[in-house]
């Protein structure tokens, strides 16, 4: 179904590419005129992606805005892109926060301004691709062309240990996805084993599972490949590294949209083609997304550097979101879908508070700082507001997600949701903290008493993150009511055939719960 | 008398080559030394003539000299991979050749020579014509090797190949001589007939002859354990030399090779199926794993190269349709990204010593935007990773052996794929990030070379986003 009658996915995906292209023929002398192109590409960009929320049609769970084109005939793959109630958010996120991302590097990003607005460019042609892909060739091939764009964003514009920490970040995530690269090949086989179709479409093999039996090695390939790009514990080694490392917008677009890649991963493939082998594991997952959120927010509290404490607590938050998705609640799903917006728009936001102290001070320490309330009130309100957010405090982004991760947990699994509770404590620890620390008491350190507050290019890209944190801390039916029918449809195939049981409390089928909010 | 211009017929684009071949060969004699580039001229009209010519004939179907050669739709899709690939590197060689005072005729003769011993070996269909083939192109081998004669290294080279590739063919013909007295012919489809109604000692016996004709093969493929020769010669050869060694020699032999097996040994499929998965995995990760300490540009190709190899021979394990089809699809990429690849190794080398360190590449992407970008993509191509032809490829061939439920080989081939990626991307870590160096070495600075490096980087790109139709005409080249 394509209600505009106009292949919109493709035009939204590749105006990116094709700025990047035309950037190439710029002299790279012309850096600010380099840089108002690429932000202009990418508002222009984020304007005709609104259309996608205004014409989408809440009430189905097929897919919208489809296009179609054969692509390599002799093995059926094809060019298959839409949207539903689960992607489109995650569509508009990316559109959303890559123009905002680009524009706070204009000051930060002084050497290669050229490559690395090309490089930007791209990576948000290899994020979208992502997500509208429902081919799981196309998919699996967007997948890893965004490697190229943020290995060479760490590796050029980094900071000291870039290349140990790019190369991680590339090796590690590469060596997770070729598993998958197997096990798709293996999917495309089996199914046609058991169908008799040999198909890359991803909506027709969500539709027709496998047995259980087939399911249990392509979950596992799957979910290792989705546990490395999310991170799960123990799988998260390589995200601290790549954070502290990467410039300011490749943090931003790290946190807020490449981790997102493995959480839709979930949703797209694991639970829906191996729901067997989802209820099996489902509990294992809790328990780790659990010790990720308890050891995210532990390691979070010693962090010297506040870059690396956000880096942490991004692994806590979306221990949450792993926890609402496996949860297996409609309510919990929702949460987790929402959490992954929320995660974007305050982790980001806190890359990018800190990447604004940082261009000033150069040093990320909170020991360096201490009583920015009196110095730059601006800067420490929004700081605070993604604090909070980042708490989860009522009112904010975070409260919604969290909460409904919560209850989704003890609709399904009642004694990990109360532990899980506790988990909300923690993080007000380490943030408020770290909040005190650097803005409050007194100030101690000279250095930072010429510190200028937010500049009117800052104000730009922070205040629209500001509205977002309070649109959805107050009216989340906004996002909620487009995603619900997507995610009744996603429960409806996970619950679809129960045929292993592991204990009789994990197969019973869930109800459906519809929690009326805001 | 036994012969017929029908018979000549099938073998037309092989004798154009060595009619050009024999007209360089004259005509050297009266070219005055500053000329001598014209022979590369001839030598490139040559090959397009016969490319012209075997494209045209593609879909012709022959068989000649009483079954001893072929020409199908696979002995010609190799062939017009060899011949591109030797039109590529004698562009290549231009400047290079100049630099070292080696423009002569004879090596654009001898080129074509071998060049003309591996298309009769692309096509033949007996074991005799498939020694003998590969005899003839060993010889031209062995002599460019050590072209560069007034250095040591390129002599040793040759000198070391030389010895060991004897060494290979004496197994390759003590194999050929058990089959003839087994089965009283050398015909691959006498060969097939005998065994599909042999007893188990004559298939016992088959399978040694075949472990021994795979000494030979497995040396010119570079397959482990007979790759040893590989990184030293690809070293030790002017560049251009290595970069067409690397390619194709390679492309006949793993048609040669899927001849011999698929047609020959089918009664006995699943023995060779088994040494072949085991020689696939360890020629995989031999290669990547020594590439990984490897300093200079030249060498690393050599591993890597012999790690494709083993990619190579994936597909061929597979032994299905989709599996020998992946095969020749990627030995047309294989073309783009590896020519691509030593063809910058040959920009950066110098006149004065190998001059390949991967170390000279430092900054090359900024020196040289259009180079550094090219090498990034074709890195990324031999990595495996889209949207290049490499990844299409690797995909292909993988998903040959899962077809065949040979799973672990698939993961030890992408898991391969990821060690790979290591070392590859060194070299963009080295072009990109490890800042400018204070006296950027000297560079070859070629038009022709660059142009090739441009062309391949495009044709990575896009083969890789548009591979359907290639796919198709790979897949549909095996007939037999």
Not at chain 1, 336 to 348: A, D, F, V
């Amino acid at each position: 179904m394509n209600q505009l009658h106009f292949p919109i996915l493709s035009l939204i995906t590749f105006l990116p590419l094709a700025g990047a292209v035309l950037i190439a023929f710029i002299n790279e002398k012309n850096e600010n005129f380099i840089r108002y192109f690429t932000f202009g590409i990418l508002v222009i960009d984020f304007i005709i992606s609104l259309p996608l929320f205004f014409a989408f049609d809440p009430s189905t769970y097929h897919m919208q805005f489809v296009e179609r084109v054969p692509w390599i005939k002799s093995l059926g793959f094809q060019y298959y892109v839409g949207v539903d109630g689960i992607s489109l958010f995650l569509v508009l996120l990316t559109t959303f926060l890559t123009p905002i991302a680009q524009l706070s590097t204009w000051k930060a990003v002084n050497k290669k301004v050229k490559l690395f607005n090309i490089v930007i460019l791209f990576m948000q042609t290899g994020m979208l691709g992502v997500f509208i892909s429902l081919d799981m060739f196309l998919f699996y091939v967007f997948w890893e062309v965004q490697l190229i764009p943020m290995y060479l964003m760490i590796g050029i514009w980094g900071g000291p240990n870039r290349v140990f920490a790019t190369m991680k970040f590339f090796l590690y995530t590469f060596a997770g996805s070729v598993l998958m690269m197997v096990a798709i090949m293996a999917l495309y086989f089996l199914n046609h084993h058991y169908t008799g179709v040999y198909t890359s479409d991803m909506v027709k093999l969500m539709s027709t599972p496998l047995p259980a039996h087939i399911q249990l090695w392509l979950f596992l390939a799957f979910f290792v490949a989705f546990a490395i790009k999310v991170p799960m514990w123990p799988f998260h080694t390589w995200l601290p590294w790549a954070h502290v490392e990467a410039p300011t917008a490749g943090s931003v677009l790290l946190a807020g949209i490449l981790l997102k890649m493995g959480t839709y991963g979930f949703l797209r493939f694991n639970l829906p083609m191996f729901p067997d082998m989802t209820h099996a594991f489902a509990v294992l997952v809790i328990v780790l997304a659990i010790i990720g959120i308890f050891y995210g927010a532990f390691v979070a509290m010693v962090q010297p550097d506040i870059k690396k404490l956000v880096a942490y607590s991004s692994v806590s938050h979306l221990g949450y979101s792993m926890l609402g998705m496996f949860a297996l609640t409609q309510v919990g799903m929702e949460g987790s879908i929402l959490q992954m917006l929320n995660h974007g728009i305050s982790t980001g936001a806190l890359f990018l508070a800190v990447g604004i102290v940082y261009e000033r001070r150069h040093t990320r320490l909170i020991s360096e700082y201490g009583g920015l309330a009196s110095l730059v009130p601006v800067f420490a309100t929004f700081f605070m507001i993604f604090t909070l957010s980042s708490i989860a405090v009522p009112g904010t982004n975070g409260f919604v997600g969290e909460f409904m991760i919560l209850l989704g947990a003890f609709l399904s699994h009642p004694v990990y949701g109360i532990i899980v509770a506790f988990g909300g404590l923690f993080s007000a620890v380490y943030m408020l903290t770290m909040y005190k620390r650097v803005v409050f008491l007194k100030v101690t350190n000279p250095k930072n008493l010429d510190l200028e507050d937010m500049s009117k290019r800052e104000w730009i890209y922070m205040v629209p993150l500001v509205l977002f944190v309070f649109w959805i801390g107050l009216y989340p039916n906004t996002f909620l009511s487009k995603m619900r029918v997507s995610v009744e449809h996603l429960l409806k195939q996970t619950n679809r055939t129960v045929q292993v049981s592991m204990t009789s409390k994990q197969i019973q089928p869930v109800k459906t719960v519809v929690v009326k909010k805001g | 008398m036994l012969y017929s211009m029908k018979d000549l017929v099938a073998i037309v684009p092989e004798l154009i080559v060595a009619a050009f071949a024999f007209a360089i060969l004259l005509i050297d004699l009266w070219l005055p030394k500053r000329m001598k580039g014209f022979n590369g001229i001839l030598a490139l009209l040559g090959v397009l003539v016969a490319v012209g010519v075997t494209i045209a004939m593609y879909n012709f179907n022959a068989t000649a000299f009483h079954g001893m050669v072929v020409m199908d739709r696979a002995s010609n899709f190799a062939n017009i991979v060899i011949l591109l690939v030797t039109f590529v590197v004698i562009i290549m060689g231009f400047d290079f050749l100049n630099r070292e005072n080696i423009n002569i005729g004879e090596y654009y003769e001898i080129m074509l020579f071998s060049v003309v011993a591996m298309m009769v070996l692309a096509s033949s269909y007996n074991l005799i014509t498939i020694f003998i083939a590969i005899e003839t192109l060993s010889i031209g081998m062995y002599i460019l090797t050590g072209f560069l004669k007034n250095k040591n290294e390129s002599v040793e080279g040759a000198m070391k190949y030389f010895i060991l590739g004897s060494f290979a063919s004496s197994f390759l013909v003590l194999g050929i001589g058990l089959l003839y007295g087994l089965f009283g012919s050398a015909d691959l489809n006498v060969i097939k007939s005998g065994l599909s109604g042999a007893d188990s000692l004559h298939k016992w016996v088959t399978i040694l002859s075949f472990l021994l004709i795979f000494v030979g093969f497995g040396f010119k493929i570079a397959a482990f354990p007979f790759h040893s020769w590989t990184p030293d010669v690809y070293a030790a050869a002017p560049t251009p030399v290595s970069a067409f060694m690397s390619i194709a020699p390679k492309v006949a032999g793993f048609l040669v090779l899927m001849r011999f097996l698929v047609v020959g040994m089918a009664p006995i499929q699943v023995e060779w199926s088994k040494v072949l998965w085991i020689i696939a995995a360890l020629t995989m990760t031999f290669g990547n794993t020594v590439a990984l300490w490897q300093k200079d540009l030249k060498r690393l190709l050599g591993y890597s190269s012999i790690a494709h190899a083993g990619y190579m021979l994936v597909g061929i394990t597979a032994a299905n349709a989709l599996g020998y089809g992946a095969v020749m699809f990627y030995l047309f990429g294989y073309l783009f990204m590896n020519l691509g690849a030593f063809a910058v190794a040959e920009f950066i080398s110098t006149k004065e010593d190998r001059g390949t360190e991967i170390e000279n590449l430092r900054g090359m992407g900024y020196r040289y935007p259009l180079i550094g970008l090219a090498m990034l993509m074709f890195m990324f191509c031999l990595a495996g990773v889209p949207p290049t032809v490499g990844f299409i490829g690797k995909y292909y061939l993988f998903s040959a052996a899962v077809k065949s439920h040979l799973y672990w080989l698939a993961v030890i081939g992408v898991i391969n794929s990821a060690i790979s990626a290591y070392f590859y991307l060194n070299i963009v870590v080295t072009m990109y990030m490890k800042g400018e160096p204070e006296n950027p070495p000297a560079v070859l600075n070629s038009l022709p070379l660059k142009i090739v490096v441009l062309v391949g980087a495009l044709g990575v790109a896009y083969i890789g986003v548009f591979p359907g139709s290639l796919l198709d005409v790979a897949l549909k080249s095996i007939t037999f």
